[in-house]
């Protein structure tokens, strides 16, 4: 069992930056991906960024450039650094890890995050 906490969302204007942290209950660095994703009211929730074992780091396209994944494994935390914020980005941001390839996904709570003037 993994548990995830999220922090770090809030209200920012567009163009702004926002730093996401996710905390792990766990070793981090024996899960096998841990990653990030989004749900904004009406559309499917979608991947935002995901680090798979310790070197391969995927964005999508809309977030490309902008935000980068980073996590420290001395905290057992991933981060979402998030800069050019649109107001696009404004959604729920969830953490998400596997601890193996075939294994479970855990969820953490989410976090709300509003870009707008």
């Known amino acids: 069992q993994v548990q995830l906490v999220e922090s770090g969302g809030g209200l920012v204007q567009p163009g702004g930056s926002l730093t996401l942290s996710c905390a792990a209950s766990?070793?981090?660095?024996?899960?096998?991906?841990m990653g990030w994703y989004r749900q904004a009211p009406g559309k499917q929730r979608e991947l935002v960024a995901v680090?798979?074992?310790?070197?391969?780091?995927n964005y999508a396209d809309s977030v490309k450039g902008r935000f980068t994944i980073s996590k420290d494994n001395a905290k057992n935390t991933v981060y979402l650094q998030m800069n050019s914020l649109k107001p696009d980005d404004t959604a729920v941001y969830y953490c998400?890890?596997?601890?193996?390839?075939?294994?479970?996904?855990?969820w953490g709570q989410g976090t709300q995050v509003t870009v707008s003037s």
């Open positions: 998400a890890t596997k601890t193996s390839i075939f294994g479970a996904t855990y």
């Open positions: 766990v070793n981090i660095f024996s899960l096998y991906n």
């Open positions: 680090i798979i074992s310790t070197v391969s780091r």
